[in-house]
């Protein structure tokens, strides 16, 4: 193995301890991993986006977020209401219990960050910051 690949393996290991980690937390306030996802991209859209364009962004086929946004829809998590400029296509929002689940996920990040800040130095956890972003940049295709 050389460095990019061990440090490949520690992003990876990290992005399971920490689904794994939120995983209770989630579930309390009826979420999975892949229902806060869909959650944040939804939130991030502020309601401007169509189911479509939401799988695009989370890079999922379109048929398995139709699924999942009926799953959260009967859950009450989200509604689709028609476009303003398009009648025919629908945006995904967040409904006032998704806000709240969302809020609530929020304090389980923000618990689990306090908990990784409380043994890992602010200079390490920036370089770290720093690191990963150069990475997503390197990694992630450029827009024209």
């Known amino acids: 193995m ?16 920490i689904a794994s980690a939120l995983e209770k937390p989630f579930r309390d306030v ?10 944040a ?16 962004r989370l890079g999922i086929r379109p048929a ?10 009967k859950k009450g998590l989200v509604e689709q209401v028609p476009s303003a400029s ?8 967040l409904t006032l219990k998704g806000e709240q689940a969302m809020k609530k996920a929020a304090q389980a990040l923000s618990f689990l960050g306090s908990k990784i800040e409380d043994k890992i130095s602010k200079r390490d956890l920036d370089d770290a910051v720093k690191t990963l972003e150069r990475i997503g940049e390197i990694i992630s295709p450029s827009v024209d």
């Open 30 to 39: 009826g979420l999975n991993f892949g229902t806060f996802e869909l959650l």
């Open 41 to 56: 991209a939804v939130r991030s859209a502020r309601g401007q986006c169509s189911q479509a364009q939401l799988a695009s």
């Open 2 to 17: 050389n460095g990019s690949d061990d440090l490949i393996s520690a992003v990876l290991v990290a992005n399971e301890s």
């Open 86 to 93: 398009d009648r025919r296509v629908k945006n995904v929002t």
């Open 64 to 73: 398995s977020l139709c699924e999942a946004v009926q799953i959260a829809t």
